[in-house]
């Protein structure tokens, strides 16, 4: 892909910058500071899910922390064949290690690696209530005056507390960064087939991580959008295809961009969905997207017309926040698996 700012003269330097803080470049794709761990044995046994850590200095709290995941190389696993890996996030306050767990069984017969993130939990009040920072903290315009947040402990270190506070303020893209390494360097990964997937908290971060990291070929957040005034979608998020996947009758992160039974305020899936397809050059027309679970739980999908095919599809169906079709798990592997990087 290219990016209006390849076509400046490098002498107009002031264009340049200018170019830049407007962020119309792309960012350059990130290139992981490890050795592949093709033939090698890799860092967990196929057909378990199995525990991992890695640990960092985190630039916000400015100390040492240690953040947890769990992975599952398929059966069948070839240390010599390089394998997609798809990122799982959870919702606020879920239990990682047993959040939405069918994703690592279709990964069996599909062959690829599954790997489930833990969001801090650095709100002692509350226990261990894991969440992903979506870059609002300390932002009134994400809330009513009726919400009642609450500040973790990274939030309030770095001054950014504020009634619509509600999630974690640690830096979640540089975590990703430490985990995918973790498994390029421990498996052999196919780095032109990264995927990720999210729900609640963790489809809004979706929309985060990909921004701060150019390194996904697809991605599908569930029942997520970003907060009002939050959306943010570089030039090379035209290297990432995007299904976002909803619910008709969302109450706590509602469709429509309504304010939510928790009085936060989100950014509608029209709005959404449609500045991604901008980005990606496509027209205002939309199409019926025909899948193979069309019609369960109400299930019906759309697709912008784009240079690269269904590269910007919506799909809803029937039911509230946490409606959770059983077909979920096929849909989002049979979506991201169509997609390769190509840069």
């Not at 960012?27 to 890799?42: E, I, L, Q």
């Not at 390089?82 to 879920?94: F, I, N, R």
């Not at 947040?149 to 990274?154: A, H, L, N, P, V």
């Not at 193979?292 to 029937?318: A, E, H, M």
């Amino acid at each position: 892909s290219y990016s209006f700012c390849t076509l400046l003269d490098e002498k107009m330097k002031v264009s340049i910058l200018v170019c830049a803080l407007l962020a119309v470049c792309s960012d350059a794709r990130k290139v992981f500071n490890v050795t592949s761990g093709c033939g090698k044995s890799p860092l967990a046994q196929p057909g378990k899910k199995t525990h991992g850590t890695v640990t960092y200095v985190d630039p916000v709290v400015n100390r040492e922390i240690t953040r947890d995941y769990y992975v599952y190389i398929p059966e069948g696993y070839h240390v010599s064949r390089k394998t997609p890996v798809l990122l799982v996030y959870h919702g606020w306050g879920a239990a990682y290690h047993n959040f939405r767990q069918g994703y690592h069984p279709v990964g069996n017969p599909d062959q690829y690696i599954t790997m489930y993130l833990k969001g801090e939990s650095d709100y002692p009040q509350r226990g261990n209530w894991n969440s992903w920072n979506c870059g609002n903290a300390g932002d009134l315009q994400s809330c009513t005056a009726e919400a009642e947040g609450t500040c973790y402990d990274s939030c309030n270190q770095i001054g950014k507390c504020s009634r619509c506070n509600s999630y974690t303020c640690v830096d979640d893209a540089l975590f990703t960064t430490k985990v995918l390494e973790a498994i390029i360097e421990g498996a052999c990964v196919d780095q032109d087939r990264l995927y990720a997937t999210g729900f609640s908290n963790g489809g809004q971060y979706i929309y985060e991580v990909v921004a701060d990291l150019d390194v996904f070929a697809a991605v599908l957040p569930t029942m997520g959008t970003p907060f009002v005034g939050h959306v943010r979608a570089p030039n090379h998020v035209q290297n990432t295809a995007l299904l976002h996947f909803h619910s008709r009758d969302d109450k706590t992160i509602p469709i429509d961009g309504s304010v939510s039974e928790e009085f936060w305020v989100y950014t509608s899936m029209a709005i959404i969905t449609r500045t991604w397809a901008d980005v990606h050059s496509c027209s205002t027309e939309e199409a019926t997207f025909p899948t193979p679970y069309d019609g369960q739980n109400g299930l019906t999908c759309t697709r912008f017309t784009c240079p690269w095919s269904n590269s910007i599809v919506k799909c809803i169906i029937d039911g509230g926040h946490m409606a959770w079709p059983s077909f979920i798990y096929d849909l989002t592997w049979w979506y991201l698996s169509k997609f390769t990087r190509t840069d």
